[in-house]
């Protein structure tokens, strides 16, 4: 490993925002455990759940595994919190109801530490309840693609705790808080980002922002996001970045 950053006491933090999220949130954890990576903390920031979420994180039996309570509501207040928390020098954001796609996935972004990157991103598993499975391939950044719509999927982002520190995720956002950190991160010349070629997350359709009852709330705050860094060209480019999205949403479709 070529990395040489400065020392912490947990190099990964994965944080995991929760919200009545008993009846997939054993898988995710689990997914965390299993890592051959192990020095790494899991903190899970909860919003308030009234199901059986808290008694499932109690009967974890391991000290890396923490509870946090957010008071704030949101789930990018709660991850705001859960990366102010945190005390590793890099953080990775899971889904209650997604999963790390094989026991190296942490193993793998340690090994491809470089000391200059501040973003690295990878592919993403979409899954269907069926079974079946959509590959998303990211590919490599460049300013001339975000133009055209194109982002990496947000599940796959390992970030520099420090820029998280510095550059929270807009709060007032329900569903595209992590595309408007995206343009705000990566139009700006703020961060450094690099691909990474391996699947790191199975990711499950069907969260809140691929919910059809929250496909206009979705398009709108796309459209606010834009609007806030290109003006009347973010009308353009939330067209591009719905365009991208046919391939997908006719696989979904076909796969319900």
Same mark, same amino acid.
């Given at each position: 490993?070529?990395?040489? #950053?400065?020392?912490?006491?947990? *190099?990964? !933090?994965?944080?995991?925002? &929760?919200? =009545? ?5 054993? /898988? ?59 005390? #590793?020098?890099?953080?990775?954001? *899971?889904? !209650?109801?997604?999963?790390? &796609?094989? =026991? ?5 972004? /340690? ?146």
């Amino acid at each position: 490993m070529s990395y040489t #950053g400065t020392n912490c006491n947990m *190099l990964i !933090t994965v944080t995991m925002p &929760s919200l =009545n999220a008993a009846k997939h949130i054993s /898988v995710a954890i689990n997914s965390v455990l299993n890592q051959s990576f192990q020095d790494w903390e899991l903190l899970i920031i909860d919003g308030g759940s009234t199901d059986d979420t808290f008694k499932i994180i109690k009967e974890v039996s391991d000290d890396r595994v923490k509870l946090l309570i957010c008071e704030k509501p949101g789930i990018y207040a709660a991850i705001n919190y859960g990366n102010e928390k945190a005390e #590793g020098e890099f953080v990775i954001n *899971l889904n !209650t109801d997604d999963c790390f &796609s094989d =026991n190296d996935v942490l193993n793998k972004y /340690v090994g491809s530490l470089d000391g200059a990157t501040d973003v690295y991103y990878s592919n993403i598993n979409y899954v269907r309840g069926c079974g079946k499975n959509f590959l998303h391939r990211s590919g490599n950044f460049s300013v001339q693609k975000v133009l055209l719509g194109w982002l990496p999927p947000h599940p796959s982002y390992l970030v520099r705790r420090d820029i998280l520190i510095r550059n929270k995720f807009d709060e007032r956002y329900r569903i595209a808080g992590d595309y408007e950190w995206f343009l705000r991160m990566s139009c700006y010349g703020q961060v450094r980002f690099r691909y990474l070629d391996f699947t790191s997350v199975n990711f499950k359709i069907g969260g809140i922002s691929t919910d059809l009852l929250t496909q206009f709330r979705s398009y709108r705050e796309d459209q606010l996001a834009l609007t806030k860094h290109f003006n009347t060209l973010g009308v353009f480019i939330t067209i591009f970045k719905k365009m991208r999205k046919l391939r997908r949403k006719l696989w979904e479709f076909m796969n319900v």
